[in-house]
């Protein structure tokens, strides 16, 4: 994603964006590759692998595509897929499934042709592909997306490969010495069941010191818990589990079992699948994008030309409770920060808007922090068996509550007949507090046969908490939040037909009887990042 009127370079692309595949940080350069059909905005039968680079993961240069197809293992497509840097020889390689010329799902290996060029232009495809098939117990088109590779103690490698066999979901794991000859494991790494395919899993070690650095794919010691990240395809969102790499069973043991209720954890509650994180050496932190697709009709696309775009890259690190991941845009989307205004202590009382004015709002970054009320005078939710998607849809940001809702109206016209609104309601549970937090695009825009689905998710909160903060990127199509420090994130895509460009405008507002303060607000017009083709660099 870039601030821009087309909210990311696949603007510069002019076609269909899917997933990121293999990020990688490699001689002062950051790798974006990406699924990519040149030919239309729609899916086709020829997709590839684009390829963008840059030095800052904010500009961007789009180079000729990676990986097309080229061979039997991989002439009916190329799929996903990750990259791994071999150490000692720093040698970027990248596994990828090709859709073979029986229309079976194959796992393939390319490397780059030029070890000296930093950026990677050119990619050539091993002799022994395909260097994985799918295994016995799995069908022939559910297997793949190969994961970042991992080394073990006993020096060999490491991957996992989403599955399916009937109605079981699985993670099928591979060993190999050479990273050329590969052994599967007989045993399922995950599994879950009646959900279908597994798609694109990543599996990842954080600190548990609460640290925001990351560590390296490989590492495993008592200072680290796993993460397995599942993209599962009937949900059509990403799911995570924190839990123990049992690496001399080669098992992942997650903290809990996946319920397909609200209850299970997600990177993003609204619109973000197949991601993928990566280990930015350079700065020792672990960077993660997701795909975000459109809301509006296949037709829309085709007349525009292009369709999905990439998140911002986020930071990702445990929490300090050790319950849940945190996200939040990485620093140098700060570059793009512009004009600035700041509000500092001013009260909402019951049916307040509070205009932010003195920005450009349709290209915005604002962060705000909100102080509460004594939480004691929430009104009761017991939200075991509650469905926070349905409240966020039944409990808009214009109905009253005790406290909240609260929150932005971003995209919003000046009389309030567009508006997309992220917002939190605080409730008392038993034995604790939870919040809710939403976001409405049911009146994000005029047009008809676009997805206006109300998003939501109820999270616990800290009993003593005083303050609670909000941090929307919002750009013209596409609103990522942040809420209570990056614990929970929401993504959605709008697409209004009156507030647009200057005629956007942005509030704080309050529909809770209790009144809130707005104690911190900071917001930031975004300039454009700096877009274009290889000897072509322009502002778009």
Same mark, same amino acid.
């Given at each position: ?18 997933h ?10 950051y =790798?974006l590759?990406?699924? =990519? ?5 729609t899916?086709g ?5 684009? @390829?963008? /680079?840059?030095?800052?993961l ?7 595509? +990676? ?6 293992y991989?002439?009916n497509? !190329?799929w ?10 720093e040698?970027? %390689? ?13 796992q393939n ?14 990619w050539?495809?091993h002799?022994?592909?395909? /260097? ?6 799995v069908? %022939? ?12 103690? &006993?020096?060999?490698? *490491?991957? $996992?490969i ?8 699985k993670?099928i794991?591979? #060993?190999?010495?050479?990273? $050329?000859?590969?052994? $599967? ?13 597994c798609? !694109? ?13 990351? /560590? ?7 200072? %680290?818990r796993? %993460? ?8 059509q ?26 209850? &299970?954890?997600r ?15 350079a ?8 795909? $975000? ?8 696309d085709i007349e525009?030309?292009? +369709? ?5 890259? *986020?930071?990702?690190?445990? &929490?300090k409770?050790g319950k849940?991941?945190? #996200?939040?845009?990485?620093e140098?989307?700060?570059k793009?920060r512009?004009k600035h ?10 049916g ?10 349709? #290209?915005?970054?604002?962060e705000v ?5 004594e939480?004691?005078s ?7 068996g ?5 409240? !966020?849809?039944?409990e ?22 567009? @508006? ?9 549970a ?8 939403c976001?409405?695009? *049911?009146r994000?825009s005029?047009?008809h046969?676009? &997805?206006?689905?109300?998003y ?6 800290d ?7 909000? *941090? ?7 609103i990522?939040s942040f809420?209570d420090?990056?614990r929970? !994130?929401?993504t ?6 009156? +507030? ?6 942005l ?17 930031w017009?975004?300039?454009? +990042?700096?877009i ?9």
């Open positions: 994603m870039v601030f821009s009127s087309s909210p990311s370079f696949v603007n510069l692309i002019l076609a269909l964006m899917l990121p595949n293999g990020p990688m940080y490699y001689k002062g350069v =790798h590759f990406y699924q =990519h059909n040149p030919e239309a905005a899916f039968d020829r997709i590839v692998w684009g @390829h963008s /680079v840059s030095y800052d904010i500009n961007w240069i789009h180079l000729n595509n +990676a990986i097309e197809p080229s061979g039997p991989d002439n497509s !190329c996903s897929g990750s990259a791994t840097i071999i150490p000692g020889k040698q970027p %390689v990248i596994l990828y499934t090709g859709i073979d010329d029986k229309k079976h799902q194959v290996l390319a490397m780059p042709r030029n070890l000296s060029d930093p950026f990677l232009r050119e050539i495809k002799p022994q592909n395909p /260097v994985m098939s799918p295994p016995s117990g069908e %022939v088109n559910n297997f793949r997306d190969p994961s970042t590779a991992w080394q073990g103690k &006993d020096g060999k490698w *490491r991957v $996992v989403g599955a399916q066999n009937g109605d079981e979901g993670t794991l591979y #060993q190999s010495e050479d990273f $050329v000859n590969w052994k $599967v494991d007989p045993n399922p790494f995950y599994a879950s069941d009646n959900t279908g395919v798609e !694109c899993p990543d599996f990842f070690p954080v600190n548990i010191s609460g640290s925001k650095n990351g /560590v390296d794919t490989s590492v495993q010691n008592p200072s %680290v796993h %993460v397995l990240k599942i993209s599962y395809l009937r949900k969102h990403d799911y995570y589990f924190l839990g123990k790499y049992v690496s001399d069973q080669e098992n992942f043991i997650p903290d809990v079992r996946f319920t397909g209720t609200s209850s &299970d954890l990177y993003d509650y609204g619109k973000f699948y197949a991601s993928k994180s990566f280990f930015d050496y700065k020792n932190r672990r960077i993660l994008w997701g795909w $975000v697709n459109e809301s509006d009709s296949t037709q829309d525009k030309g292009w +369709a999905g775009l990439q998140s911002i890259p *986020r930071q990702v690190w445990l &929490d409770s849940r991941l945190v #996200q939040w845009p990485i140098e989307v700060e793009l512009d205004i700041s509000i500092m202590g001013e009260k909402l009382v019951y307040s808007n509070l205009e932010v004015s003195g920005i450009t709002a349709s #290209q915005a970054d604002v922090l909100f102080e509460l009320p939480l004691q929430a009104e009761f939710l017991d939200p075991d509650v469905d926070p998607q349905l409240l !966020c849809s039944q808009d940001a214009s109905r009253s509550g005790i406290i909240g809702p609260f929150g932005l109206l971003a995209l919003a016209s000046k009389d309030l007949k567009e @508006h997309t609104a992220i917002f939190f309601k605080i409730y008392r038993p034995n604790r507090y939870v919040g809710l937090m976001n409405d695009q *049911r994000s005029f047009r046969d676009l &997805d206006k689905t109300a939501g998710t109820i999270f616990d909160i009993p003593n908490l005083k303050n609670i903060s909000l *941090r929307s990127l919002i750009d013209h199509s596409i990522e809420g420090e990056g929970v !994130c929401i959605s895509r709008v697409y209004p037909s009156l +507030a647009i460009d200057k005629d956007a405008h509030y704080a507002f309050n529909n809770g009887s209790q009144s809130v303060v707005v104690s911190k607000l900071n917001a017009s975004m300039k454009q +990042a700096e274009g083709r290889e000897g072509n660099i322009s502002y778009t």
